[in-house]
């Protein structure tokens, strides 16, 4: 089955504990990204990736690293995580750049910052 | 990104159809016709895209107006489990980034 994982699907941290949230796709797809949701602001990209070892800053990037260093995996790193990184967080997946069709969302990872 | 809108919500009965509208009337010539749709604790949905020519699948029909500025999705037998909220996006296939700009959407409400 076509899918996009994301790992843990729910954690809870301090401020300034370093955390990875992982995310793999098994569909061979170029382009990967990771989105977060709050309420009253909608989804927002923080990092997107069109291949191996390309990657490039969404709208929110600030506070986050991420990596690609296989083509199914982009973890999202939090070096140092803060209150306000709080939020809803989804990775997602399609073929390559110029591809019209769909974009392939895992079931979201809720991450709480105390 | 090229703007959407969509009424805020809308209500349907059980097995009647649905007609969701948006409005982008700037839409450019490269811009493709999404629909996506969030259920509640879940991740975006794909549902279906368009350029020109109206689209079925399994899921729905997009019909999108001559002049391109206004769509609507049609589910042609709502259930419960379409209770949802469903998002029109432009997306310009350009790009090198395949950014989805989400806005706040249509909730669905499905009434038994």
């Known amino acids: 089955e076509a899918q996009v994982t994301q790992n843990p699907r729910y954690l809870i941290t301090v401020t300034g504990k370093k955390l990875t949230v992982t995310c793999s796709q098994n569909m061979n797809h170029e382009y990967m990204s990771w989105y977060r949701q709050d309420p009253g602001l909608g989804l927002r990209q923080i990092y997107y990736?069109?291949?191996?070892?390309?990657?490039d800053k969404g709208d929110v990037p600030e506070g986050y690293k991420v990596s690609r260093k296989e083509k199914r995996n982009f973890p999202l790193i939090l070096e140092s995580p803060s209150p306000n990184q709080t939020s809803l967080y989804f990775c997602?997946?399609?073929?390559?750049?110029?591809?019209?069709?769909?974009?392939?969302f895992g079931e979201g990872s809720r991450l709480t910052v105390l | 990104d090229a703007k959407t809108t969509q009424p805020n919500s809308m209500e349907s009965n059980e097995e009647e159809p649905v007609h969701l509208p948006c409005n982008h009337s700037t839409i450019s010539g490269t811009d493709y016709i999404h629909w996506y749709r969030q259920l509640p604790s879940q991740g975006p949905e794909y549902v279906i895209h368009?350029?020109?020519s109206n689209v079925n699948n399994r899921m729905a029909s997009l019909a999108i107006a001559e002049d391109r500025k206004s769509s609507t999705l049609i589910l042609h037998r709502a259930t419960l489990r379409d209770a949802a909220v469903y998002y029109c996006?432009?997306?310009?296939?350009?790009?090198?980034?395949?950014?989805?700009?989400f806005g706040k959407g249509t909730l669905l409400t499905v009434n038994p």
């Open positions: 996006i432009l997306r310009d296939v350009r790009g090198s980034n395949y950014k989805l700009t």
């Open positions: 368009g350029l020109t």
């Open positions: 997602a997946s399609s073929k390559g750049t110029g591809y019209p069709g769909e974009l392939f």
């Open positions: 990736s069109m291949n191996v070892e390309v990657t």
